[in-house]
Antibody, heavy 119, light 111 residues
Framework: QVQLQESGPGLVKPSQTLSLTCTVS??????????WSWLRQHPGKGLEWIGY???????NYNVTLKSRLTISVDTSKNQFSLNLRSVTAADTAFYYC???????????WGQGTLVTVSS | QSALTQPPSASGSPGQSVTISCTGT?????????VSWYQQHPGKAPKLMIY???KRPSGVPDRFSGSKSGNTASLTVSGLQTEDEAEYYC???????????FGGGTKLTVL
């Protein structure tokens, strides 16, 4: 089955940009019918959907993060990426990439990566 | 505050059954048959256990079952085993704009 792996800095300074990449293996990101999402989980808290991208480049973002968020895709590298601007301590969380269908269930997840926002 | 409401905790003894509820609105749980459930062990990524209210992915034991009535979905774990002790999250499709909403999670303890 498809595998996902997050990568990126574990520490980001306040006001800077959080950037993460998800590499997809054992399957193509360009297969139609799947949405490629970012989610996060504040330590000890529940899950929050951040946004998704389709292989064509179309996106859908959580309205609460939309003004700071860009998700992009690189089909040649089988990767998609997250950029979250102007971060604060409230953005400290475990960040997951995951695959879903159009009806919103996530069947494949990356292992997650902790990003801490601190000076 | 999460969009879907789950009890913070649930418990049962090995062999028993436990049911976890997930309450939303007509804009999410009640409006679509697209509720899913995830199991998360400490330090691990969530794992899909139930999708489209009642369906089990390959490899998920049939001890796990899902149902829905109105705006409330439920996950039942029958024949509890110690390895079932974990956090469980529900989520629901919430339309093309909002996409999905999650519950706050339920800590299942196997006594």
């Amino acid at each position: 089955q498809v595998q996902l792996q997050e990568s990126g800095p574990g520490l980001v300074k306040p006001s800077q940009t959080l950037s993460l990449t998800c590499t997809v293996s054992s399957g193509s990101i360009s297969v139609g019918g799947y949405f490629w999402s970012w989610l996060r989980q504040h330590p000890g808290k529940g899950l929050e959907w951040i946004g998704y991208i389709y292989y064509s480049g179309s996106t859908n973002y959580n309205v609460t993060l939309k003004s700071r968020l860009t998700i992009s895709v690189d089909t040649s590298k089988n990767q998609f990426s997250l950029n979250l601007r102007s971060v604060t301590a409230a953005d400290t969380a475990f960040y997951y990439c995951a695959r879903s269908g159009s009806n919103g269930f996530f069947d494949n997840w990356g292992q997650g990566t902790l990003v801490t926002v601190s000076s | 505050q999460s969009a879907l409401t789950q009890p913070p905790s649930a418990s049962g003894s090995p062999g028993q059954s436990v049911t976890i509820s997930c309450t939303g609105t007509s804009s999410d749980v009640g409006g679509y048959n697209y509720v899913s459930w995830y199991q998360q062990h400490p330090g691990k990524a969530p794992k899909l256990m139930i999708y489209e209210v009642t369906k089990r992915p390959s490899g998920v034991p049939d001890r796990f079952s899902g149902s829905k009535s109105g705006n409330t979905a439920s996950l039942t774990v029958s024949g509890l085993q110690t390895e079932d002790e974990a956090e469980y999250y529900c989520n629901s499709y919430a339309g093309s704009s909002n996409f999905v909403v999650f519950g706050g999670g339920t800590k299942l303890t196997v006594l």
